[in-house]
C-alpha cells in the first residue's frame, strides 16, 4: 500500500502550473510564522468541525487528525494497526482507546503534522483526553487551544 510520503513523492512539477507552484511556496513561506499548534475541536455532526479543521490546515500548515478519516486511512493502507483496527470494526465493535491513540501516536510523528496537529472531534471521552494528554506530554507538547462548536438543533 501506498503511504502519505510516497503519494506526495509520486506528484511532478510538471503536473502544477508556475502560478500554482509559486502560491504554494508563498503560503508554506509564510507558514514559517506561525508556532506549532495542537487544537481540539468539538461539536456534533454537521457543526462545521471538518470544514473549519481544513481551514486551518490550510493556513497553519497543520495536519487535521478525524479518527473515523485515520481508522479508514490505516485499514486502506493495511498497517499493522489498521489490520488490528479492522478486525475489531467488522465485528461491529468499537474501537479501543488504546488503539485510537496508538493510531493517532503513529500520525502525529509524521512529516505531514510536523507544524501540529487539528484534531476533528477527538478526544471524545474522558479516557482519551487523559491519554491524549500523556502521549503529548512525552513530547514536551500540550493542547493549545480547544472550541467548542455548540449549534442550535
Known amino acids: 500500500?501506498?503511504?502519505?510520503?510516497?503519494?506526495?513523492?509520486?506528484y511532478k512539477l510538471k503536473d502544477f502550473s508556475d502560478e500554482a507552484i509559486k502560491q504554494e511556496f508563498i503560503r508554506r513561506s509564510k507558514c514559517e510564522q506561525y508556532p506549532e499548534k495542537r487544537i481540539v475541536l468539538f461539536g456534533p455532526p454537521g457543526s462545521g468541525k471538518?470544514?473549519?479543521?481544513?481551514?486551518?490546515?490550510?493556513?497553519?500548515?497543520?495536519?487535521?487528525?478525524?479518527?473515523?478519516d485515520?481508522?479508514?486511512?490505516?485499514?486502506?493502507?493495511?498497517?499493522?494497526?489498521?489490520?488490528?483496527?479492522?478486525?475489531?470494526?467488522?465485528?461491529?465493535?468499537?474501537?479501543?482507546?488504546?488503539?485510537?491513540?496508538?493510531?493517532?501516536?503513529?500520525?502525529?510523528q509524521t512529516a505531514e503534522c510536523e507544524k501540529g496537529v487539528i484534531f476533528d472531534g477527538f478526544p471524545r471521552t474522558v479516557n482519551q483526553a487523559k491519554k491524549l494528554d500523556e502521549m503529548l506530554k512525552e513530547r514536551n507538547e500540550k493542547v493549545d487551544s480547544v472550541f467548542n462548536f455548540n449549534i442550535e438543533q
Open 70 to 108: 485515520l481508522l479508514r486511512e490505516q485499514i486502506r493502507y493495511g498497517t499493522a494497526l489498521g489490520v488490528k483496527a479492522k478486525t475489531i470494526m467488522e465485528k461491529g465493535d468499537l474501537v479501543p482507546d488504546d488503539l485510537v491513540i496508538d493510531i493517532i501516536k503513529a500520525k502525529i
Open 50 to 68: 471538518g470544514t473549519q479543521a481544513a481551514k486551518l490546515e490550510y493556513e497553519l500548515c497543520s495536519c487535521h487528525i478525524s479518527t473515523g
Open 1 to 10: 500500500m501506498m503511504d502519505f510520503e510516497q503519494k506526495v513523492n509520486s
